[in-house]
């Protein structure tokens, strides 16, 4: 299996952290050197380790906050 690289380029918000220090959290990530993107899954406290998430281009997170707004 090839390995990945990240690189959390801007924290944004932190929507809840458990007992165990994990934060659901909301950052702007660059995947294996590609420009960042929104990101939102659950993050070890020291960041090495991650849950399954979402990551949207620039274009999905604005269409996710227009249609919030609605």
């Known amino acids: 299996m090839s390995e990945f690289k990240f690189e959390i ?8 952290e ?3 220090g ?3 959290e909301l950052t702007r990530v660059s995947w ?3 420009p960042a ?3 939102l899954r659950q993050w070890s406290p020291d960041y090495t380790k991650m849950g399954k998430g979402i990551t949207l281009t620039n274009e ?3 269409k996710l906050v227009d249609e919030l707004k609605k």
């Open 18 to 20: 458990n007992e165990k």
């Open 60 to 62: 999905e997170f604005q």
């Open 9 to 16: 380029e801007e924290h944004l918000i932190v929507l809840s």
């Open 37 to 39: 993107k929104f990101d």
């Open 22 to 24: 994990w934060k659901k």
């Open 32 to 34: 294996n050197g590609a």
